[in-house]
């Protein structure tokens, strides 16, 4: 792994940070543990992806709609 992988690797966990701030603010009923535990389980389906760039965004999109469908289904 060179210095430039980490550097990619840190800050797609500071946007998945980032990403999991916004849907707490988003989802405020909503428990951060909970929140917390999509964003890891979306984050591992994404291991090994070759292009990381859009990964939080993507985590992030299906976070919210699984919150939603999670909503919707109370």
Partial sequence: MTIDDRQNENDE???VEH?????ADRFPEVPREHIEE???K???EFD???????VPV????DVKQELNA???AD
């Fill in 13 to 15: 966990d500071l946007a």
């Fill in 19 to 23: 990403a999991a701030e916004r849907l």
């Fill in 38 to 40: 999509l964003v890891e």
């Fill in 42 to 44: 979306h984050h591992e």
């Fill in 48 to 54: 090994g992806a070759p292009v990381r760039d859009f």
């Fill in 58 to 61: 993507l985590i992030e999109h």
């Fill in 70 to 72: 999670e909503e919707r």
